[in-house]
């Protein structure tokens, strides 16, 4: 009955195997592998079971010789498809070369290109039969195909043979003429193979590689400077001339010519260009203007303004548009040579595109968070805004939560010390234990940088001690070491302390650490040492060789300053070190016996003994591992390993004087797309949709600043990619590599400003008027203002770029105004970003945002589809609330100076983005204080527009000065230093999240029709209970205007009460509603894209309501 049952079962599997076997015979012949229902002749040899590996193998290669020598097309295709499939699995199929060779004259293209592929890989182990094909590839580099031509010539370069080097040389030249940039690409792959095979053809090399360099095609450019880079990296005057071609075709080069590219372009500048680096340097962008002043000032000695030679300016503006590339090694490439090129207030425009790649492989993790751990060392500020994009997760791979470790205790400063150790006192508890020992030393390395928390942090590895896992306790005792011997006076309860636990600690280097404290520090324990001492000579033979030395030192030690009870037991260690198997150790006991103990043939050292081993020792530096790798090229291997691999390229220092730029003219040079400039009239009608998706996607974001202020947003550009809100004030000069256009608006008149003024005006007082043409909208869109574009060469437009970055005149402002209006909600098509997040603030905008909505311009722009707002949808001032005022610095802290701080609840006078401050300052001492003023900022990509100087504040005056801070949505505390001409005082701006809105007005219907399109997760509600005395509207309306700066919403329903706003910032519709039950609950419910600032805002409200 189970044999049967067995056999059933047996059965149905076979049956089911051959089933399954049949399906993927079927999948197979539709996927066109022509694989045979039944088993071939090679198939039956390598499956037979009595027949050696070996015999089965040469049955199959026999096999498909007979076919390879058939005469039917199909069967040799088919047998050349197995050959390369098993060149693929990594078997070798070199004993079919005669049989392969024959075929390379076929007519059939397919069977060809497969015979090709064939002897590339195997042309060099046999060379003999390659070369008695070469005629039949020389005829083959002249058939109209061109793959069999390319092919031709890949495999004329991997016959590894001295003999053909003139043909080959011959068949390179004509290939680099070819028609084809396929072939001539091939070419160049070409020239690095002969190369390496014969080198003395170096010179007929560069030459190919000069006329390939002048090649137009994208297809080749990335092929020739590989070679170049391989065959003659340091002849930089083959480049002079292609450098801007190279420049403007990198875009459009494939992902790893980019890279090859941009590292070569990289030490070109480092050659080419002066730095931009200079100590106090200014950048003077309106060079065009002063031409004249500078000519009759060259034979002056005196420093001038760093002025950014175009070339230079050039390259950074056409590779920015590549950090958005999708591939890491492009954007890795990008951001070094930002890095080793940019002006220092430039360099973070790369950080979120280096923050985006952390989502990727964890092999990309580990070298992209290398070159993050270097940079994070000399600019800090970079990556502080992005600080929880460092925090461990707990399926990080070790050397990944390692160098996390790093980056987060590099930007350890004292603004977030506290959320760091916090995060700190959670890795410690990991079960990984390399990674908590490297918690342990990152938090020493906090305590000795940071001195306000070197106390907590210590207390905090005593509490550690008591860790039941030993490595814990070994790491911690090895930093307390460390950070004793910086304030050693303070801490000999934490000495007896260790010594109480050296029983239980049997970490070498920990046991170590506590002895060479007993040592260094006897004298404060003149009780324990001793004792220490005693437990160690009787374990001294099972000890580790660096615990032996140690207790060598602390006898010396206690021998000298404590001789009364030691000296037996020293006499009794030394002993015993004295016959020890490590030569080091007897060595060090004969040494410290002869010093210590004087007697005749000691010397005049003996006298020392007590300066030479009790001498102050300075005090270890706990430091990055990272500290010294930024003398290596970021993204370079050296770089990674720490070391100088074979093959790196120093990269070359910045000249003390700038080679001459004219070598870089060419005659030709490719025009840009042109427009005559209109001066003093109205703005020229243009269609918009070309740019309608682009300065939308601008206005979602914001661009970022580096705070310098040195290149204002004043020219358009459009740039391909989901993260244009990478964009920074460096706008100014972009143009794009598409389109080439290039707008500028320093060229403006103070006329034409002037009108632009008086427009900008008219608008604010009548809002309801007739909207004004279309082309006054799209022209403003355009980003040209009342001025079209310029018209100039390519290498005109990017010094007229440069020059326009430092304007301020006011019709960039208007422009900017305008453009940026339509953002008063969320655009629901476009995806949401990780980096969008209130975690990650983007750095403060320096462009202007409106204060004031036009009417015409947003009804024109409704016509583009570039936004979905309501067009009644605008901005009023602030209804009547309770004004709360904030203390800033108290009199006692403020030595007299005393300082408080209110929001007026007004548009900022500054720049539309920052929300109005008003700081009243008393002086509060018997003596005037001067030169008030604002000093250092925190984050440093804060963007604060600070008061003047206050030049003096007689005794018990007050005064009241305006501030703006641009808080970028966020209620991220803005720190910075109140000085005065003696003192500084850290203080702090902590914003309510109600004060980061600006009151606006609708009617119900558009709102009704905006909480609509932001539902899901843009909405938070919540049922809160009402305290009595606030149910009735009047008290609704004075309670949501003590929380946040909305304006109220007429509503047709006495049950409900609507308010609208918008964020500061970037102009996020805000909307609050609340309907009233019939008991004393009402549901209060907001609407916003800023989920963040919602959830925030929900729990202030719901506590100003339950509030009596």
Known sequence: MDCSGMDAGFSSLRSEAAGAMRTVLVSAENLQLTLKPELSQEEQSLTHTNSSPKDSHKAGNEDLKEMLESNKESLKLEAMKRIVGLIAKGKSASELFPAVVKNVASKNIELKKLVYVYLVRYAEKQQDLALLSISTFQRALKDPNQFIRASALRVLSSIRVPIIVPIMMLAIKEAAADLSPYVRKTSAHAIQKLYSLDPDQKEQLIEVIEK??????????????????????????????????????????????QVVIISML????????????????????????????????????????????PDHRLLLRNTKPLLQSRNT???????????????????????????????????????????????????????????????????????????????????????????????????????????AAATIQAIGRCATNISEVTDTCLNGLVLLLSNRDETVVAESIVVIKKLLQTQPTQHGDIIKHMAKLFDNVTVPMARASILWLMGEYCEKVPKIAPDVLRKMAKTFTAEEDIVKLQTVNLAAKLYLTNSKQTKLLTQYILNLGKYDQNYDIRDRTRFIRQLIVPNEKSGALSKYARRI??????????????????????????????????????????????????????????????????????????????????????????????????????????????ESEEESSEDS??????????????????????????????????????????????????????????????????????????????????????????????????????????????????????????????????????????????????????LKTYELLHHMTGKGLSAKYHFPRQPCLYQPSMVAVQVILTNSSDHALEEIHIGDQSPASLNIHCFNTIERLEPGASVTVSMGIDFSDSTQAANFQLCTKEDQFSVSIQPAVGELLMASTMTEQDFCKEQGKLQGMNEASATITMATANASRQAINKQVLSVANVGEVPSSQNNFSRFAGQTVSSRALVLVSLELSESSGALLTINTEKSVMASMLLQDLKQAFAQA
């Open 266 to 309: 990289t030490r070109y500048a480092r050659t080419q260009f002066t730095s931009p680096w200079t100590e106090g340097a200014e950048f003077d962008e309106n060079k065009a203007f002063y031409d004249s002043d500078s000519e009759e000032k060259k034979d002056q000695t005196e420093a001038k303004p760093y002025i950014m030679d």
């Open 613 to 722: 081993l009790l001498a102050p020792k300075p005090a270890p530096g706990l430091e990055s591992a990272f500290k010294d790798r930024d003398r290596y090229q970021l993204g370079t291997l050296s770089h990674s390993l720490n070391l100088k691999a074979t093959g790196y390229q120093e990269l070359p220092d910045w000249p003390a004087v700038a080679p001459d730029q004219s070598v870089r003219n060419v005659e030709i040079v490719e025009p840009l797309r042109e427009s005559a400039p209109i001066v003093g009239k109205t703005k020229q009608p243009k269609s918009d949709k070309f740019y309608s998706d682009d300065e939308d996607e601008k206005e979602e974001e914001g661009s970022d600043s580096s705070g310098s202020g040195s290149e204002d947003s004043s020219s358009s550009s459009e740039e391909s990619g989901s």
């Open 329 to 435: 090694a492009v954007v890795m490439a990008v951001a070094q040579l930002y890095w080793h090129l940019a002006p220092k207030h430039e360099v973070s425009i790369v950080t979120k595109s280096l923050v985006r790649l952390l989502r990727s492989h964890r092999e990309v993790q580990y070298i992209v968070l290398q070159n993050i751990a270097t940079m994070s060392i000399q600019r800090k500020g970079m990556f502080e805004p992005f600080i929880k994009s460092f925090y461990v997760r707990s399926t990080d791979a070790t050397h990944i939560k390692t160098l996390k470790l790093e980056i987060l205790t590099n930007l350890a400063n004292e603004a977030n010390i506290s959320t760091i150790l916090r995060e700190f006192q959670t890795y410690v508890k990991s079960q990984d234990k390399a990674f």
């Open 212 to 257: 390939l360099l002048k090649d137009k095609s994208t297809l080749v450019a990335g092929s020739v400077v590989m070679a170049f880079e391989e065959v003659c990296p340091d002849r930089i005057d083959l480049i002079h001339k292609n450098y801007r071609k190279l420049c403007n075709l990198l875009v459009d080069v494939e992902e790893w010519g």
């Open 733 to 882: 000069e972009k143009t794009s590599s598409d389109s080439g256009k290039s707008s500028s608006g320093s060229e403006k008149s103070s006329s034409e400003s002037e009108s632009d003024q008086k427009k900008k005006k008219k608008t604010k007082k009548a809002p309801q008027k007739k909207s004004k043409p279309a082309g006054d909208s799209d022209s403003d869109e355009n980003g040209n203002g009342p001025v079209g574009q310029a018209s100039s060469s390519s290498s005109e437009s990017s010094s007229d770029s440069e020059s326009d970055s430092e304007s301020d005149s006011p019709a960039p402002k208007k422009k900017t105004e305008e453009k940026a209006k339509p953002k008063v909600a969320v655009n629901s098509k476009k995806e949401v970003s990780l980096l969008d997040l209130d975690d990650f603030s983007p750095a403060p905008t320096n462009a202007p945002k409106p204060s004031v909505l036009s009417q015409s311009l947003l009804s024109d722009l409704e016509g583009l589809s570039l936004s979905n707002i309501s067009s009644t949808v605008q901005v009023t001032t602030s209804s009547f609330g309770p």
